[in-house]
């Protein structure tokens, strides 16, 4: 989980500096489903849950 952090709040930093227009609403749906998808398979998280929400301010 604490990857999962890393990156979601690595991700928030960079679309901060990018004045918040790095990441488009296709993209932040694209890469939250990425990450679900991949903690599903290494089983930090169940199919119905949004392990990013905590951190995601994209």
Request: hydrophobic share 35%; aromatic share 6%.
């Amino acid at each position: 989980m604490k990857i999962v952090q890393n990156t979601v709040e690595n991700l928030n930093r960079l679309n901060e500096k990018c004045n918040f227009e790095l990441i488009e609403t296709s993209e932040r749906e694209q890469i939250a489903e990425i990450i679900i998808s991949e903690s599903i398979k290494k089983g930090y998280s169940k199919a119905d849950e949004d392990i990013t929400k905590d951190w995601r301010e994209w």
